[in-house]
């Protein structure tokens, strides 16, 4: 089996993992017995733990090497699956989530992107990039519909079988833990083409975070990047997977089986949308689309509370999600075309912290807002409104960066 074909499997058990966990991650603790503000703080500590643990990992990988810190993130995302299907204690709940791996958006989190990304990279030319992106991210929207609607199946013929609600969402979790023993045994089987093609010396280097987070050249603009993208994640915090299905629940009495159903379709839509995008990108490159892409998709985001019935409402967010990715792999992409091979971890890595970090800020202020009826469709706007700013701070800031055309 090849690596690239390895690193596909990869994304995609993962990322049904995820999906499988986030249509129920609010609800188990919810009926665990944790309060609105207490899931919103840990959520928050969950994407705060993440960014910590992913910021030392994915910045060492290309010195390390990327199979060892691949397999390291897979043991941290077994380990915090056990530990949330052990105990319904908060601070063991609050401490698994701050060191282990746990998706509540149903999207990444931990090193694993940003080391797969660099590592794909070493595989294609820049022209075909974007291409392979496309279809990377494809399998993980795809996966994530999948085990979104597993996760909703699976718990609601377990609830109509007699199980109790919180043995029916701790089986899910369960399921979340053997996911992550599953990767590893992916990533066991990678060779030696994944690590980084240019072999890196060891140089001082003026400022004082470059030998931690790896980067040297690059590093001026992967600052800009990671401050623009942590934006975008912040807003996308407000509305993570885990907390929309508890929102259509709350609000329509939505049945677990059903919020699968609706998370099935949102992420295979997204990940069509996501494939879409390569042959736009070759058309109006990749930072048009990126933007253009961007903003219609989070006025849509905005529509979704104001919906006075279940069908308007789900229609609003799958219309949503049919451009909603779009651009993820053009970022990827170009992300990836900035930077030289041997910082490429470094960049991805930084760049998905920081996205990690600006999503971990708004759990905790959107979960106040969910437990208010009369507040709960705040999140939504926020979540659109600051998402357009970013768009429109992104085209400004790199409008006349001209990408180089090989590498």
Known sequence: MSDTTLLFASRGLRLCAYGF???????????AGLRESQIGLLLTLTLIGDTALSLWITTRADRVGRRRMLLAGSALMAAA?????????????????????????????GPFLAIEQAALAEQAPVRRRTSLFAWYNLTGSFATAFGSLAAGGLAQALL???????????????????????????FARLSAAVEPSVVRRAAPAPALLAPALGLERSRGVVFKLAGLFSLDAFAGGFVV????AYWFHARFSVAPATLGAIFFGSNVLAGISALSA?????????????????????????????????????AALLARFSISQMDVPTRQAYTMALVPPNERSAAAGVTGIARTLGAALAPSLAGSLYAIPALAGVPFFLSGGLKVGYDLLVWRTFREVRLPEAD
């Open 241 to 244: 997977q885990a907390f929309v």
């Open 81 to 109: 699956g056990v530990v949330f299907a052990l105990t319904r204690s908060f601070l063991p709940l609050l401490l698994a989530a701050t060191i282990g791996v746990i998706s509540p958006s149903g999207n990444e989190v």
């Open 278 to 314: 390569t042959r736009l990108a070759d058309r109006i490159g990749l930072l048009n689309t990126m933007v253009f892409t961007h903003i219609p998709s989070n006025l849509l985001l905005i529509l979704v509370p104001l919906m006075p019935s279940l069908p308007l409402a789900m």
């Open 21 to 31: 966990l986030s249509v129920v991650l609010v609800l188990y603790l919810a009926a």
């Open 160 to 186: 109509a079988h007699g199980f109790t609600a919180l043995a029916a969402y701790r089986a899910v979790v369960v399921g979340y833990a053997v996911a992550g023993v599953a990767m590893a045994l992916l």
